[in-house]
């Protein structure tokens, strides 16, 4: 035999029924902790903001990405097989 029941409720009320905790209170705060860590972050996310992030660094940060590239320019040129 096959039964199917259906109930019309809220999410309130089945969380009521099944006795699970309210935890709304825990969810508005986790949101709105989210909504403020964003807002700070998008900021940095500005082209000015990472212009001046990447130019913090100066021309040292530059050399030393010259030479990861070159050396790894070098590793792969060094693997590539020899015409065959």
Known sequence: ????????????????FMGLPDVSALN???????KGRMDANM???????LLKNWMAF???AQAQFRKLME???T??????????
């Open 1 to 16: 035999m096959k039964m199917t029941i259906e109930v019309d409720c809220t999410p309130e009320e089945a969380r009521r």
């Open 71 to 73: 050396v790894g320019l």
């Open 58 to 60: 100066g021309t040292g």
């Open 28 to 34: 508005e705060h986790l949101v709105s902790e989210m």
């Open 43 to 49: 900021s940095m996310l500005s082209p000015d903001e």
């Open 75 to 84: 590793a792969a040129s060094q693997k590539r097989p020899s015409g065959k």
